[in-house]
């Protein structure tokens, strides 16, 4: 076996494990970092009544409660099927360098899930989703852009 | 103050103190239910070292925990800013049913935050972003989508 299919075979244990005890969705993921697993995860919506748990944030969260930072610079993500749009913002915000996965978007369509459903919403202008995305105009809106611009002390993530 | 006004100014609320005492970024969000808030964060990426852990996504992780369910149907997000792609996914996932904002994805970016960007990414082809997305091909592929969509009990979410 490749290093790439080691770590992806690691994924796939996840994703069996998680299905068959029923913790979530048939779904694993794995995050490493110089050769060594920092972070796993089977999809954990079930068992943990929160629909964020999927593999991947899982695993994400987990590498960064190791590492103790927001970023994984270098790090690579392994998972059992294509990002959804949640889970590819969540690898963007975290840094890490690159992704490796076996099925796709339209796999997950074909065992019952929404991500091939998510990646078309997410292109729609907010105001024309299934789930309406409605813009409110606030007195307060300026204010938070021009104190948070003003903090030379400000940390971007 | 109108109904979604009173709610939209928690939000703000809570992005104000965030940024202010340095959990995050300059961004809160409100889950409310059946006119109630059911949860309510600023943005705490700084806080806990958790990429995940914007305003939307700490929110409806909150309303779900205390709901004892992964799915809010007939609830409303506030939130301060455009959800970003990865808080867009959160919110169809937790099938919320309608979300109201008021800054855009490009005040994100006026605050120099890579909403617009990954926004961007989402569209192009895996192979095609500037984090490389690459499929393998795997034995166990098959195998996990057969397994999942035999079993009659498999929970949907």
Redesign the interface.
């Known amino acids: 076996m490749t290093v790439?299919?080691t770590f992806?075979?690691i994924a796939?244990d996840e994703?069996?494990e998680g299905?068959r005890n029923?913790s979530?969705?048939?779904f694993g993921a794995v995050v490493v970092c110089n050769g060594e697993v920092i972070g796993k995860s089977a999809n954990r919506?079930?068992a943990t009544?929160?629909?964020?748990a999927?593999a991947e944030?899982s695993a994400?969260?987990q590498a960064?409660?190791a590492?103790?930072?927001?970023?994984l610079p270098g790090a690579t993500l392994y998972t059992?099927c294509?990002?959804?749009?949640?889970?590819?913002?969540?690898?963007?915000?975290?840094?890490?360098?690159?992704?490796?996965?076996?099925?796709?978007r339209e796999?997950a369509e074909?065992?019952?899930?929404?991500d091939n459903?998510?990646?078309q919403?997410?292109?729609r202008d907010?105001d024309n989703r299934n789930?309406?995305?409605?813009?409110?105009?606030?007195p307060?809106?300026e204010q938070?852009?021009s104190?948070?611009?003003r903090n030379p002390d400000?940390?971007?993530?």
């Open positions: 790439h299919e992806l075979k796939f994703a069996f299905m029923r979530g969705g048939p919506v079930l009544h929160d629909p964020t999927h944030i994400i969260r960064c409660e590492t103790g930072h927001y970023h059992t294509e990002p959804c749009p949640m889970c590819l913002g969540a690898i963007y915000w975290s840094g890490i360098s690159e992704v490796y996965y076996a099925l796709t796999d074909r065992m019952g899930f929404s459903h998510i990646y919403e997410v292109t907010p789930i309406p995305f409605i813009q409110l105009s606030s307060a809106a938070l852009i104190e948070w611009n400000r940390e971007l993530y």
